[in-house]
C-alpha cells in the first residue's frame, strides 16, 4: 500500500533560518506527491505540488523536488518568516482510480521565533 | 459560500451516544471526501462521493460509521454507538471534479467522554 513518512517536529527556527522537511514515500503506482500546510485554526491549505518525477512544486517561498531514484519530496526553504509557523503536511495521491485519495504523513510542526 | 464550511466545530458526546456531522462544500462541486485526523497523526481517508453516490468507502473504519450526500451537495457523516476511540478532528473536503485540487473545511472536533 501507499505510505509517506516524514521528519518529526517540532522543528523550531529562527527567522531567515534555512528549513528542511524530509519525506519519503512508498506508493504501488506513480503518485502525485503534495505540500500542505496547516495554520493555527484553519483547514489544511494545499502549499505545493508536483506529478512528476524531476518537478519541482514551489509556492510562497517553498519549494520541493520530486525525486523518484530516492522516492523522495523534501520541502526546503530559504529564509523562514515567524508567519511560516504552522503544521506541514508530505501527501500523495495515486490517481489510478480516477480520483484522489490523500495518503498523508503525520505532520511535522515548525515553529518561528523573530 | 466562499469555502468549504464543517458544522458544528466541536461536539462532545457521551460514549454510546449517536452524532451526525455535517459538511457543505463549495457550491457546484461534486467531489467530496471525509477524512479523519486523530491527535499527533495525519489525516486518513474515510469515503468519496461523486455527486450523490459514494464512490470509494473503503475508509470506513466500521458499520458503525455512514456518510450521506442525498442532493449531491451537503453530507453528513454519522457515528453510531460512538466510542472513545472515534474521538477526533473530522475533515471535509471539496473538489471540482474528481482528482482537481481539493479545499479542505476546518474540520470538527469530536469528544467522546
Known amino acids: 500500500g501507499n505510505s509517506v513518512t516524514q521528519m518529526e517536529g517540532p522543528v523550531t527556527l529562527s527567522e531567515e533560518a534555512f528549513l528542511t522537511i524530509n519525506c519519503t514515500y512508498t506508493?504501488?503506482?506513480?503518485?502525485?506527491l503534495f505540500w500542505y500546510v496547516q495554520y493555527p485554526g484553519e483547514g489544511l491549505q494545499l502549499l505545493l505540488k508536483?506529478?512528476?518525477?524531476?518537478d519541482k512544486g514551489s509556492n510562497k517561498g517553498f519549494e520541493a523536488t520530486y525525486r523518484k531514484e530516492t522516492t523522495s519530496f523534501h520541502l526546503e526553504k530559504g529564509s523562514v518568516q515567524v508567519s511560516d509557523s504552522a503544521v506541514y503536511f508530505c501527501?500523495?495521491?495515486?490517481?489510478?482510480?480516477?480520483?484522489?485519495?490523500?495518503?498523508f504523513g503525520k505532520g511535522t510542526m515548525l515553529l518561528v521565533s523573530p | 459560500g466562499a469555502g468549504v464550511s464543517q458544522t458544528p466545530s466541536n461536539k462532545v458526546t457521551e460514549k454510546g451516544k449517536y452524532v451526525e456531522l455535517r459538511c457543505d462544500p463549495i457550491?457546484?462541486?461534486?467531489?467530496l471526501y471525509w477524512y479523519r485526523q486523530s491527535l499527533g497523526q495525519g489525516p486518513e481517508f474515510l469515503i468519496y462521493?461523486?455527486?450523490?453516490?459514494?464512490?470509494?468507502d473503503s475508509g470506513l473504519p466500521n458499520d458503525r460509521f455512514f456518510a450521506v450526500r442525498p442532493e449531491g451537495s451537503v453530507s453528513t457523516l454519522k457515528i453510531q454507538r460512538t466510542e472513545r476511540g472515534d474521538s477526533a478532528v473530522y475533515l471535509c473536503?471539496?473538489?471540482?471534479?474528481?482528482?482537481?485540487?481539493?479545499?479542505f473545511g476546518s474540520g470538527t472536533q469530536l469528544s467522546v467522554l
Open positions: 473536503a471539496s473538489s471540482g471534479r474528481a482528482g482537481e485540487k481539493l479545499f
Open positions: 508536483a506529478t512528476k518525477a524531476d
Open positions: 501527501a500523495l495521491s495515486d490517481m489510478a482510480s480516477g480520483y484522489s485519495t490523500l495518503t
Open positions: 457550491s457546484g462541486h461534486t467531489a
Open positions: 462521493f461523486q455527486g450523490t453516490g459514494a464512490a470509494d
Open positions: 506508493a504501488t503506482g506513480y503518485p502525485s
